[in-house]
């Protein structure tokens, strides 16, 4: 069945750019997803990507999308102590109905 | 706009008990789906509904059912509770079924369930 990976871990500094990667296995994959988790809550969704495109920005959010490796990567720009969390990314459209399939998810520390 | 609902927020149980969520979704949504959150697992899908019709499972085993009302709302249950159950059990729901022009889930705060 598909899988999605993602790092466990990543540490930046207040003010500088974060990337999150992600790798998928199901190129039927349709959308791609991500999503933010903080502590006791529930998921946010960030944004999402169909799988036509290549890029996605929306406001700090770039979203890049490389279909042919199967990966997909969420950059934060200016990366705030509040953005700390745990990122998850999610595929959806491989199979019928709306089912995700979410990779670990990476916990982000945002040091001040 | 109310987001997702879901009750109890929290439940504490014992081994062999059985157990009822509910989630609310979004007004106008049709579909809910639900996962399981655990430390070990992670993010796995249990299953989803759409006007009130079971429209696909994930791999769980048969103590785990749920159903969906005429208004949308949607319960889970899992009978003879396991250790192992114990979990953030997450409810999303979006606008109609299968991914069409974007459709996006939309997810609850979940029901943490701890079972003793």
């Known amino acids: 069945g598909e899988d999605v990976e993602q790092s466990l871990f990543l540490s930046v500094r207040e003010g500088d750019s974060s990337v999150i990667n992600c790798t998928y296995t199901d190129s039927s994959s349709t959308y791609l997803y991500w999503y933010k988790q903080e502590p006791g809550a529930g998921l946010q969704l960030l944004t999402y990507i169909f799988s036509n495109m290549d890029m996605k920005q929306d406001q700090r959010l770039t979203v890049l999308l490389n279909k042919k490796d199967k990966h997909l990567s969420l950059r934060i720009a200016d990366t705030q102590t509040g953005d700390s969390a745990i990122y998850f990314c999610?595929?959806?459209?491989?199979?019928?109905?709306?089912?995700?399939?979410f990779g670990g998810g990476t916990r982000l520390m945002v040091k001040p | 706009k109310a987001g997702v609902t879901q009750t109890p927020r929290y439940l504490i149980k014992t081994r062999g008990q059985q157990v009822t969520l509910s989630c609310s979704p979004i007004s106008g949504h049709r579909s809910v789906s639900w996962y399981q959150q655990t430390p070990g697992q992670g993010l796995q899908f249990l299953f989803e509904y759409f006007s009130e019709t079971q429209r696909n499972k994930g791999n769980f085993p048969g103590r785990f059912s749920g159903r969906q009302f005429s208004n949308s709302r949607s319960e889970m249950n899992v009978s003879t509770l396991e250790l192992g159950d114990s979990a953030l059990y997450l409810c999303?729901?979006?606008?109609?079924?299968?991914?069409?022009?974007?459709?996006?889930?939309?997810f609850g705060p979940g029901t943490r369930l701890l079972v003793l």
């Open positions: 999610a595929s959806g459209g491989a199979n019928a109905g709306n089912m995700l399939t």
């Open positions: 999303a729901s979006s606008l109609d079924w299968g991914f069409s022009d974007g459709e996006t889930q939309y």
